[in-house]
Structure formats: structure tokens, C-alpha cells
């Protein structure tokens, strides 16, 4: 087209050369008269396509250049163009028709200032206009970014030495991934619709609404349902055309709605190395060297610990899937052996008694006292208050009497002896028990007829009353 006019103004050129000599040799009036009647116009084309004639091109060009810096001003970083090729072709003429207004009227409506920019697609639809592909580029890193955890790189390790090298806590993205195939194409579009990089990160965020079903919960209401996914009651009517706005909804009935879901999906992939505790067993061994009730811990137990190397994936930020990729015992646990008796207590007595408190005084002995016989021994200033049997045997009596002996343990050895243990706190056996010389039997009080903390102790044989002391000694 340039090239034409170039030619066109040539020949326009060579006419006037020829009617300035003309002039020279004296055709006065005539060529004077064709002269004033020969003007110069302009031909418009919008993309080719003819659109009318102006009287200087200037007319159509001058309003599109201002129009250019106009945007220009708004838009500095911008390659502007206009929308459609505007091109002229200049012609010398007699007597032509040309509407200045009418072509500039056509152009305004026919020709928008456009910018080149780079579409951004998912899966071949545009989502976003960037200025350009490094911006576009821009904006998805910056997705990525993201959701990927900040304090670990961004570069991508596929070195095994660094791998090798984790300790428990340590991790690496390996992968980073989007779960749509993401192009990019020029396109040109009014300076007005292309986004910046933070702008185009968002939409990719945010995305497009997705239809999907929702099944109906007992008693859920279809404006709780609309409500819920932030639908207009008319835009849910529109996806359910079946239904209409008195129907009851069913439970599990399945109707259709749509939520917004991002455009792509950020799938990150991490190793990692943690530590983990192995919790140790524990085993329960009887044995015939213990009595029944007595245990013994044979061997403590101890966890162990074990590294575990895994792979992790993340989509958007949320963690999806973990794989086990590799175990490895630190530290074996110590399974922890406990032993428990099984040896019948010997229910008889062998006649040589023991102490029946830890340590302690004897505060009042056996014999006459206020008028009365005191029958046994009072023990007391002790510093652990347990009460013991002072021989094997069964437990023939647990009583209480709150006017005399308060809680009362009586013993009978099964070899003629008993013996008598008055004022507990509590008592830690039962009738019938079969206890063993030393076993706890329950602690020290004041229950009773009792003027303070004591154990007041009593040997019978065969029915009558012994000194204790003759037994016992501390
Ligand atoms: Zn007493």
C-alpha cells in the first residue's frame, strides 16, 4: 500500500510538471482554470477495506496519534498500536467528493488504541492479559511461590548429596507442578483489560466457578443450600431447572451448585527426614521365686528411635498424600519385662514374729494400768506409718468398734498363735487373705478409744493373752 502511494504521489508530480510547462508556453486561461480545479485527497482504508475519502490524511492520523499518547501517558510501559491497519492513498483529482467528518466519525467508531500484550492460558482459554510473556512468567512463579513454604528453596533438588545430607526436621521441595497445561499468546487488547502480576496471581487463585453436586443433608433447606455456596436463589433456579422454589428437598437428593476453584492447582512435592519414637512393649513374665500379688521389674523398658524418610504432596498449600520411602532404626527399643509371683503365700506361721511397724517407740507396755489390764503393747513416733504382719497367716477379723479399738486387724497365724493390730487409719487387706510375715496390712492411726497416733499390737496363744515383748523386739 505504502509502496502505491509512493508511485501515486510520483505520477501526481510528474502531471504538475507537465502543466507548470504548459503554463510556460502560454496556455493562459485554460490550465489556470484546470489548475484551481485539480485538488489533492486522501483515500482511507481500515484493514484493507475502503471507508471513505478525506481532504488530507492528516485529518485521520493526527486524531490517532493523539489518541496513542493520550493512553500513552496512562499506560508509559506499553507498546500501543491501533486496533485495525489504517492506510491511505493520496490522489490529485478534479473536482472530488470528500467528508472529513463523516470518515473521521467512521474511524473513532471502526479503530480502538490497542496493546500488545501476552495472554496467559489454561488449557488454551485465556484467564489473564499481561504486558508481557516475562510478566506472564512473573505471575505463575509467583503462584508457585505461594504455596510453597517459604523458608525452604525454591530450587528444585534433584542432588542426591543433598538428600544424603537431611537430618530429622530437614526438607526440600523436589517438585513443583501445576495440574493445568499453562501457554502463552500475543494478543492485542484495550490497555484497560491487562493486569498486573499481583491481579493475575489472584484470578489463577480464585478462578472460575465450577459446577459440581451437593448432596442434600436431612432437613437442609434449598436457601441454606444457596446460601452456603453464596448463589442468588435465581442463579439456583438456574442450575436446577427441575425444581422449583416450594419443593421440599429430600435427604441425599442431589442437586447441582457451583463454588469457585482455582484455574490451577500448585502441586508441590517435598522430601523430607523425620525422627519418630518406637514405643517399647511390654512383657509380663510369672514366676515361682515371687508370692502372689508381689512383681518385680526385671528389666526396664526404653523407646526406640527410628528415621523416616518420606515424600509429601502439597496442592495449594494443603497436604494431600505422605509416602514412606525409607526407615531406619536409630535405636532399638528395650521391651520392658515385668515379673509377677505365683508362689502360694505360706498361710501358717513359723513362730518367730517380726517387728509389726517401721522402727518406733514403745509408749506403754503390757500389765496393769489405770485399774485395768492392758493387753498388749502401744507403738508409736514412727516416721512411716505401715502397719505389718508380725507373722504369715490368714486374716481372721476386720472390724471396727468406735468406742474401743476403732479399726481392728486380728491374724491367726494357724499355729496356735494370733495376733491383734488396733486404731488403723485404713486397712489394706480382707477377710480371708493370707498374708505373710512383714506384708503391709494397713497404717497407723488413732481410730477408736485412742489418745493419739499408735499401733496398739496384742499376741494370743491358744486363746490366752502373751506379753508381746516376749515375741517382738524393735
Ligand atoms: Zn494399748
Known amino acids: 500500500m505504502r509502496e502505491l502511494n509512493t508511485i501515486r504521489n510520483r505520477s501526481v508530480f510528474m502531471t504538475k510538471l507537465a502543466l507548470a510547462t504548459l503554463l510556460s508556453f502560454g496556455v493562459m486561461i485554460g490550465s489556470v482554470y484546470a489548475e484551481e480545479n485539480i485538488i489533492t485527497v486522501s483515500h482511507v482504508y481500515v484493514d484493507g477495506e475502503y471507508i471513505g475519502t478525506v481532504k488530507d490524511k492528516s485529518v485521520i492520523q493526527d486524531y490517532i496519534d493523539r489518541k496513542i499518547s493520550e493512553k500513552q501517558e496512562k499506560f508509559e510501559d506499553y507498546q500501543l498500536a491501533p486496533s485495525k491497519k489504517v492506510t491511505y492513498v493520496t490522489e490529485q483529482a478534479f473536482t472530488p467528493e470528500y467528508d472529513n467528518k ?3 466519525e467512521e474511524i473513532k467508531q471502526e479503530v480502538a488504541i490497542e496493546v500488545k500484550t501476552t495472554a496467559l492460558q489454561v488449557n488454551g482459554e485465556t484467564v489473564a492479559y499481561l504486558p508481557t510473556k516475562k510478566a506472564a512468567e512473573t505471575a505463575l512463579q509467583e503462584l508457585k511461590t505461594e504455596y510453597t513454604d517459604k523458608s525452604t528453596q525454591i530450587e528444585l533438588v534433584s542432588n542426591t548429596n543433598e538428600k544424603k545430607d537431611m537430618k530429622p526436621g530437614d526438607s526440600v521441595v523436589t517438585d513443583i507442578n501445576l495440574s493445568e497445561k499453562v501457554s502463552y499468546s500475543e494478543a492485542r487488547i484495550k490497555p484497560e483489560q491487562v493486569m498486573k502480576i499481583e491481579e493475575a496471581v489472584e484470578v489463577l487463585k480464585t478462578g472460575d466457578k465450577e ?11 434449598l436457601e441454606e443450600i444457596s446460601n452456603f455456596y453464596n448463589l442468588s436463589a435465581e442463579d439456583f433456579m438456574l442450575l436446577n431447572s ?8 429430600e435427604a441425599d437428593q442431589e442437586v447441582k451448585v457451583e463454588q469457585k476453584g482455582p484455574y490451577v492447582d500448585v502441586i508441590v ?10 514405643e517399647h512393649d511390654k512383657k509380663v513374665v510369672e514366676t515361682d521365686e515371687l508370692y502372689i500379688g508381689e512383681s ?8 526406640g528411635k527410628k528415621e523416616i524418610r518420606y515424600t509429601k504432596t502439597i ?8 509416602k514412606i520411602i525409607e526407615e531406619t532404626i536409630i535405636e532399638d527399643p528395650v521391651e520392658e519385662i515385668i515379673l509377677k509371683g505365683t508362689k502360694q503365700k505360706p498361710s501358717r506361721g513359723d513362730g518367730s514374729f517380726v517387728w509389726p511397724a517401721v522402727g518406733g517407740i514403745i509408749t506403754s507396755e503390757m500389765g496393769q494400768r489405770w485399774g485395768r489390764m492392758h493387753k498388749g503393747i502401744d507403738i508409736s513416733g514412727v516416721s512411716d506409718r505401715t502397719i505389718k504382719a508380725a507373722d504369715n497367716g490368714v486374716v481372721s477379723e476386720v472390724s471396727y468398734n468406735d468406742g474401743e479399738y476403732g479399726n481392728r486387724v486380728v491374724i491367726d497365724h494357724n499355729n496356735g498363735y494370733e495376733t491383734y493390730y488396733f486404731h488403723l487409719a485404713s486397712v489394706s487387706v480382707e477377710d480371708g487373705e493370707v498374708v505373710k510375715a512383714g506384708e503391709k496390712i494397713g497404717v497407723m492411726g488413732s481410730t477408736g478409744n485412742s489418745t493419739g497416733m499408735h499401733l496398739h499390737f496384742e499376741v494370743h496363744k491358744n486363746g490366752s493373752v502373751k506379753n508381746p515383748l516376749n515375741y517382738v523386739s524393735n
Request: hydrophobic share 25%; glycine share 10%.
Open 242 to 249: 427441575t425444581l422449583s422454589l416450594g419443593n421440599k428437598l
Open 296 to 303: 518385680e521389674v526385671k528389666q526396664e523398658g526404653s523407646d
Open 269 to 278: 512435592e517435598k522430601e523430607g527426614m523425620r525422627e519418630e519414637t518406637i
Open 102 to 104: 463523516k470518515v473521521l
Open 315 to 322: 496442592v495449594n498449600g494443603e497436604e494431600k498424600e505422605t
Open 211 to 221: 459446577e459440581f453436586i451437593h448432596k442434600v443433608k436431612e432437613g437442609e433447606t
